[in-house]
């Protein structure tokens, strides 16, 4: 088993590039979460999925969207990058309900820096 | 507003020492807590949890001690070694969220083990 993966490690992008940050996992979980990481700030949750096809905000979710068209993949989208969206995130998936459903496993993170 | 507290961004221990890391919550609605433990580079890991039902939770030399009318929570590593040097951090959810298990996480705090 993978895990969680995320695609790609790290990228630059110049003010008002678009890019795609990619996240799978195969561990069959419902529920995925996209977050971001900045010093000082722990990690704040941008959007999050309930289960195939559904997509909500989470407490950070503007300048972002997301689509999870798979149960196994949840992608986030900027579609004008800015500087302050230089960050790292981070894909999680958890099982959602159930024993222990609210333990969320985490991949290994994407740098970006907009320049 | 921050809903879960870390008021020590660092912590040095000695090896073999007992680690004592500390988390504050406000919401008083949260009724699951988790540790997850995060080394530079890497995604966090989740470490321990407990239920707000429990005041304790043990595993191997990771004990969580949860103190609900101080709506406080600590990490008590014993003993503490080289590798348990990384960045803790406390979250928390709540069944009143919903049907999504969203985490709140704190902002972390650093611990080193020296030698």
């Known amino acids: 088993n993978a895990g969680v993966t995320q695609t790609p490690k790290f990228r630059v992008l110049k003010t008002g590039q678009s890019m795609t940050l990619l996240c799978a996992q195969d561990?069959?979980?419902?529920?995925m979460y996209w977050y971001r990481q900045d010093p000082g700030m722990g990690l704040r949750l941008i959007h999050y999925?309930?289960?195939?096809?559904?997509?909500a905000k989470g407490e950070v979710p503007d300048g972002y969207n997301v689509s999870r068209l798979k149960k196994q993949n949840f992608l986030l989208g900027l579609e004008s990058a800015a500087p302050s969206q230089t960050s790292v995130y981070f894909c999680?998936?958890?099982?959602?309900?159930?024993?222990?459903?609210?333990?969320?496993?985490f991949g290994p993170g994407t740098r970006l820096l907009v320049l | 507003d921050q809903q879960v507290k870390q008021n020590s961004p660092s912590l040095s221990v000695q090896e073999g020492r007992i680690s004592i890391l500390n988390c504050d919550y406000t919401?008083?609605?949260?009724?699951?807590f988790l540790w997850y433990k995060k080394y530079p580079a890497e995604g966090p890991t989740f470490l321990i949890s407990?239920?707000?039902?429990?005041d304790k939770n043990e595993d191997g030399r990771f004990t969580v001690f949860l103190n609900k009318s101080a709506k406080h929570l600590s990490l008590h590593i014993v003993p503490s070694q080289p590798g348990d040097s990384a960045v803790y951090f406390c979250?928390?959810?709540?069944?009143?969220?919903?049907?999504?298990?969203?985490?709140?996480f704190g902002t972390g705090t650093r611990l080193q083990v020296t030698l």
């Open positions: 999680a998936s958890s099982y959602g309900v159930g024993a222990r459903g609210e333990t969320q496993y």
């Open positions: 561990m069959n979980h419902e529920y």
């Open positions: 999925s309930v289960g195939e096809g559904t997509t």
């Open positions: 919401n008083s609605m949260f009724d699951y």
């Open positions: 407990i239920s707000s039902i429990k």
């Open positions: 979250a928390a959810s709540g069944s009143y969220t919903g049907t999504a298990s969203k985490l709140t």
